[in-house]
């Protein structure tokens, strides 16, 4: 059985850093690509970075490069989203998410979902 478990979220002031992390488990994690999603209040699911199965190829959203990274340890299964300089329309619910394909900003490709972490960014 293939888990996802994100954990990291909560509340920060605006400006502040957050890291989050997922950490999988019930697939060969180092074979999946693996990427961060987001989702705020009335708003459609959206892209925020993935990274490749090696790690060594990352992408980000336009709204949060610069400020946001993305990492993965395949030895511990993990994959972390490092955000700094966090905004209120950072406010969301974070999702990671895995696929066996290359990682793309289409959320259809990913096979497994995580429950997700809210995090809210206070002005």
């Known amino acids: 059985q293939v888990q996802l478990v994100e954990s990291g979220g909560g509340l920060v002031q605006a400006g502040g850093s957050l890291r989050l992390s997922c950490a999988a488990s019930g697939l060969t994690f180092r074979t999946y690509a693996m990427a961060w999603f987001r989702q705020a209040p009335g708003k459609e699911r959206e892209f925020v970075g993935g990274?490749?199965?090696?790690?060594?190829?990352?992408n980000y959203a336009d709204s949060v490069k610069g400020r946001f990274t993305i990492s993965r340890d395949n030895a511990r299964n993990t994959v972390y989203l490092q955000m700094n300089s966090l905004k209120p329309e950072d406010t969301a619910v974070y999702y990671c998410?895995?696929?066996?394909?290359?990682?793309?900003?289409?959320?259809?490709?990913?096979?497994?979902w995580g429950q997700g972490t809210q995090v809210t960014v206070s002005s």
């Open positions: 998410a895995a696929t066996r394909t290359r990682f793309a900003s289409i959320s259809g490709v990913y096979d497994y």
């Open positions: 990274i490749s199965w090696t790690g060594y190829n990352t």
